[in-house]
């Protein structure tokens, strides 16, 4: 059984991950600004669930240290920074520093910390210990009236790139770590996307009409899938549709 820490677990990718973890047995400890996910019969799983504001990057770090800190676990130990939002969505002159902010302590700053507080936790218990950050396409590409996303996205990718770098140098290295863009999945933030005003509107709606986009729960098997992949971290900026 493998320790599992999953930010952004209340809906969408996030509940299905949570579901699946438990079906098959994990201990989960999840937080989330909402309440837990129904969920469902087959969980024979352990889950240790705190409400936080993701948003507020200093408490999200005392928290998994906090949660950490009396827990026994096996020989590994999983973390998975799902948390993220999308707005602002706006063309970059309308950019307002609240709302920018905002997406870059929960998509980029929060994530940061949450590694460092799941480093500082583990680091004396003898396990091995994976990193996967959920990105996204964005982060690889530009969209219009995403910028923030777009940016926040990119620079958890290098976030990645830079903790597996500085694990490199170390002697005794047991942190691997990647960042994974899960595919087009049919989430609530899918749905605002298709209502909103982006000039890539009819893009995303195309996706949908023809049946394109992928469940939460295929999505979550994959992202799990490549979790336990005997290689995984030898590719570090990773997209789902590779495998």
């Known amino acids: 059984m493998t320790l599992h820490v999953l ?3 209340s809906r969408g990718l996030g509940a299905a991950m949570l579901r699946q973890l438990l079906r098959e047995g994990h201990h989960v400890v999840a937080a989330a600004r909402g309440a837990a996910p129904e969920l469902g019969p087959g969980s024979t799983g352990r889950l240790d669930w705190t409400r936080i504001d993701l948003g507020d990057p200093a408490a999200a770090r005392s928290w998994v240290v906090d949660a950490l800190a009396e827990l026994s676990f096996a020989d590994e130990a999983a973390l998975i920074l799902n948390a993220g939002i999308l707005e602002p969505v706006v063309p970059v002159a309308a950019l307002q520093a609240e709302a920018l902010e905002a997406n870059m302590r929960i998509n980029l700053v ?27 396409g964005a982060a690889r590409r530009g969209t219009a009236h995403w910028s923030a996303y777009c940016a926040s996205k990119a620079g958890l ?17 047991s942190v691997r770590a990647v960042s994974l863009a899960p595919g087009v999945v049919d989430t609530a933030m899918q749905e ?39 290689d995984f971290g030898s590719v570090e900026i990773d997209d789902i549709r590779n495998h």
């Open 192 to 230: 605002s996307v298709r209502g909103s005003l982006i000039p890539d509107r009819a893009r995303f709606q195309a996706l949908h009409d023809e049946g394109r986009l992928t469940t939460p729960e295929d999505a979550a098997a994959a992202i799990l899938a490549c979790l336990r992949r005997d």
């Open 110 to 136: 929060s994530p940061m910390l949450v590694t460092a507080g799941f480093l500082e936790a583990t680091a004396d218990r003898g396990v091995k210990r994976r990193v996967l950050a959920i990105s996204s």
């Open 7 to 9: 930010t952004g677990a």
């Open 157 to 173: 990718d290098n976030f990645v790139r830079a903790l597996n770098s500085e694990q490199a140098g170390e002697a005794d290295a």
